[in-house]
């Protein structure tokens, strides 16, 4: 299990907030189980970097990543 500043250096995030390194640690926890994960947070808080990090540490990160923004789909 990689720790969270290996993986902050491997997806080059920068910053050493508690709630962050929490949400890394969460990401690690996660990866290797078969549940799905929902990412919430404000606008810019740089969401799209936790599923890159679940994907590329899961069983599944020889498949392709798709990322899908679920706000930007209309709801019709």
Same mark, same amino acid.
């Given at each position: 299990?990689?720790?969270?500043?290996?993986?902050?250096?491997?997806?080059?995030?920068? &910053?050493?907030?508690?709630?962050?390194?929490?949400?890394?640690?969460?990401?690690?926890?996660?990866?290797?189980?078969?549940? #799905?994960?929902?990412?919430? &947070?404000?606008? &810019?808080?740089?969401?799209?970097?936790? %599923?890159?990090?679940? =994907?590329?540490?899961? =069983?599944?990160? =020889? #498949?392709?990543?798709?990322?899908?923004?679920?706000?930007?789909? %209309?709801?019709?």
């Amino acid at each position: 299990m990689e720790s969270v500043q290996a993986i902050k250096q491997r997806f080059e995030i920068i &910053g050493n907030d508690i709630k962050l390194n929490r949400a890394l640690e969460k990401a690690v926890q996660v990866a290797p189980t078969d549940i #799905s994960v929902l990412v919430t &947070g404000e606008s &810019g808080v740089g969401k799209e970097s936790i %599923p890159k990090i679940i =994907h590329s540490l899961s =069983h599944r990160k =020889h #498949s392709k990543y798709i990322a899908v923004n679920c706000g930007a789909i %209309p709801e019709g």
